[in-house]
């Protein structure tokens, strides 16, 4: 059974940094889309940045260019997102998910697979 569990979220202030981590376990991530989204109070979880397990291709929203980075390193079977110049608007619940089918990166509906999340809270 596929497993994500992220970790890494708190409290920082604007301007600050913080690197989220998804461990994946219970399957083989070969060709998956690993996903980042975010769901602030109130609103719709919003695609972040995806990245292939394999190959390395990466998208991300036009909202986290230039200051989210997402990376994967295959021997921990694990998903980062480092996110720099951290500002109040990027408040919200970040969650991992997991899809066998790249091409559906960008909806979070589509993906099969989705970790519980952990709180990012920027503070002005």
């Known amino acids: 059974q596929v497993q994500l569990v992220e970790s890494g979220g708190g409290v920082v202030q604007a301007g600050g940094s913080l690197r989220l981590s998804c461990a994946a376990s219970?399957?083989?991530?070969?060709?998956?889309?690993m996903g980042w989204f975010r769901q602030a109070p109130g609103k719709e979880h919003d695609f972040v940045a995806t990245?292939?397990?394999?190959?390395?291709?990466?998208y991300y929203a036009d909202s986290v260019k230039g200051r989210f980075n997402i990376s994967r390193d295959n021997a921990k079977d694990t998903i980062y997102l480092q996110m720099n110049s951290l500002k109040p608007e990027d408040t919200a619940v970040y969650y991992c998910?997991?899809?066998?089918?790249?091409?559906?990166?960008?909806?979070?509906?589509?993906?099969?697979?989705r970790g519980q999340g952990t709180q990012v809270t920027v503070s002005s």
């Open positions: 998910a997991a899809d066998p089918v790249f091409s559906r990166w960008l909806f979070w509906h589509e993906y099969d697979y």
């Open positions: 219970g399957h083989t991530f070969s060709n998956f889309a």
């Open positions: 990245i292939k397990w394999d190959g390395g291709m990466s």
